[in-house]
């Protein structure tokens, strides 16, 4: 018995080690779990637009315009409020990021409190501080993050919200009209009246299809300008103008409703269409000099020697002279062969035109049917009115110039014709403006005046030269004449007054004769200016090149 009576406190040791094992490894796992701070069970995120609706409604969703300064996130712990660690403090924060916190929204410290086990609440702002991108358009994944002190680690918890910031932005797409988004903040579109359409695209940030439906098209001067559709159902969204009449309406993108918050906006200008013509004509250099002598050669068949006072000729013809009884003329190249006396050295035969030389000042290259010199005279020849002679030593030294100097042809046909007329439509129709091309016959006219073949150009106006072809080569009813002339004085491509009803390209300057038309057109038929900075896209700038094809709002009104 006393053995018996021995054991017993052996065997209730053991019940009491074992009891207190198992108590060891349940509190082990009771601070397992509470270390996610203190003795927060779990913690939960709601959102709202603001405090109010952050308090008042538990929502783990919601959308808001791109315009925002903040929106509010509740968060809401339980805790265990049993034990020695009732009131202990502990920081929560809100992180952005699906799986970690990418980065922190807001952190905030708060502590348990001891009267029941319902649920603890603070609501807390996110503005772009300390998270420059909180407000930023797109999707924002939240989770709540806590920690007891500073030497836990942070410890994501099951809250978890979500905040779609929806932007709507308008952007070019498909246009038979004009588009400007670089003039101002907000972009511009052109539109004809009369109920003709166009279209731009809306580009809804985040792409998400809940979030499409929420936003709306709605323009405020619907007797100018409707939309449609009203509501968007894509992530980019077609929207369709029409122009009712003249005038300017604002057209936004809306949140949530046609009379919603603001998200973009874009003004439409309508006007009435206005029709153009345009002639081009290509001037070609008329040269029609006529070489009366030929080059090396003087005037056919003048007397070279005479038979001197003893009427007998003392003199033998060489070559080609011609001996008569009683003298000796040049033959058919006017240049005299033979030295007088050669036969009977000391004789008075007389040298009327010195050996190698011709008959002094006979006209060698006349001035053809247009009347005027197309020719410049050689050093040794001189001029006398329109025409060009020998000069002293009877010789022709200059070649006629019979040869019109052509223009380069940039639309040698119909099919080249409309494809010209088709690209300026493409950059006018910008300003709701519509050009009929004609094409003129090719003109040949006498104005190169210098006989430099150039067309001089005048910096300060207009040369003599220009003057030729602006008052002899344009036939009237057209809005403005394209003069097409090759070789330019200097090196530009085209020239127009501003504004005025004709202009010059030079092709043999440009590869881009088509797009330097069309610039030329700006200035002489609409005043507009040259573009020298920033807007290189420009029709207007500059230097013309196939990408300098836009017209600016500013621009559309010039020209209407």
């Known amino acids: 018995m006393k053995d018996l009576t ?48 952050a308090d008042s409604q538990s929502l783990t969703e919601i959308a808001r315009p791109n315009d925002i300064s903040s929106y509010w996130v509740r968060v809401d712990w339980w805790a265990d409020e049993s034990g020695p660690h009732t009131d202990d403090g502990f920081d929560i924060k809100i992180c952005e990021g699906q799986t970690t916190c990418v980065a922190t929204l807001e952190t905030t410290n708060v502590s348990d409190d001891d009267t029941d086990d319902s649920p603890q609440k603070k609501s807390l702002p996110v503005n772009d501080s300390p998270y420059a991108d909180a407000l930023k358009p797109g999707r924002h994944d939240i989770h709540a993050h806590v920690k007891r002190d500073e030497s ?101 993108s809306r949140f949530d409703s046609t009379s919603g918050d603001n998200l973009d906006l874009i003004k439409v200008k309508v006007y009435s269409l206005q029709t153009k013509t345009v002639a081009l004509r290509v001037i070609h250099e008329d040269d029609d000099d006529t070489q009366d002598i030929a080059v090396g050669n003087g005037l056919a068949n003048q007397l070279g020697i005479n038979d001197g006072d003893n009427n007998v000729m003392e003199t033998l013809r060489v070559t080609d002279d011609i001996a008569f009884v009683s003298h000796i003329d040049t033959g058919a190249n006017g240049i005299c062969n033979t030295t007088a006396n050669n036969f009977i050295p000391g004789g008075d035969d007389g040298q009327v035109i010195s050996v190698g030389q011709g008959k002094q000042n006979q006209i060698c290259v006349g001035p053809g049917s247009n009347g005027a010199r197309d020719t410049n005279k050689h050093p040794n020849d001189g001029y006398t009115g329109n025409s060009i002679h020998t000069g002293t030593d009877g010789v022709c030294n200059t070649t006629a110039d019979s040869t019109d100097d052509s223009s380069t042809d940039p639309f040698p046909s119909p099919a080249a014709e409309t494809a010209l007329q088709n690209y300026i439509n493409n950059i006018y129709d910008q300003a709701v403006t519509s050009f009929t091309v004609t094409k003129l016959d090719d003109d040949t006219r006498n104005w190169d005046l210098d006989n430099d073949g150039e067309l001089e150009l005048s910096s300060g106006g207009l040369s003599s030269e220009e003057n030729v072809i602006i008052n002899n080569c344009d036939p009237g009813g057209y809005d403005v004449i394209v003069y097409y002339v090759n070789n330019p004085s200097l090196n530009r491509a085209g ?66």
């Open 6 to 53: 021995n054991e017993k406190p052996v065997l209730v040791n053991k019940d009491i080690c074992i009891i207190f094992l198992l108590l060891s490894s349940v509190l082990s796992t009771f601070f397992t779990v509470d270390s996610l701070a203190c003795k927060v069970t779990h913690v939960h995120l709601y959102v709202g637009k603001d405090q109010a609706q």
């Open 152 to 252: 836990d680690d942070w410890k994501k918890s099951g809250g978890y919200c979500k905040v779609d910031i929806v932007d709507a932005q308008w952007q070019e797409a498909g246009q038979n009209y004009g588009y400007d988004s670089y003039s101002n903040t907000d972009p511009w579109k052109s539109l004809r009246n009369n109920n003709y359409t166009d279209t731009a695209s809306v580009h809804i940030d985040p792409h998400i299809p809940s979030v499409y439906g929420k936003v709306y098209f709605k323009s405020l001067t619907e007797s100018n300008v409707t939309v449609s559709p009203t509501n968007a159902n894509s992530q980019i969204e077609t929207v369709t103008f029409t122009g009712v009449s003249t005038g300017t309406s604002s057209v936004y």
């Open 495 to 560: 020239k127009s007054p501003v504004p005025g009803s004709y202009c010059f390209v030079y092709p043999d300057k440009t590869p881009y004769e088509s797009i330097v038309t069309t610039h030329e057109i700006g200035h002489a038929l609409f005043g507009l200016t040259d573009i020298t900075s920033g807007d290189n896209a420009n029709l207007m700038w500059g230097t013309p090149t196939p990408s300098t094809t836009r017209l600016r709002k500013s621009q559309w009104d010039t020209i209407n």
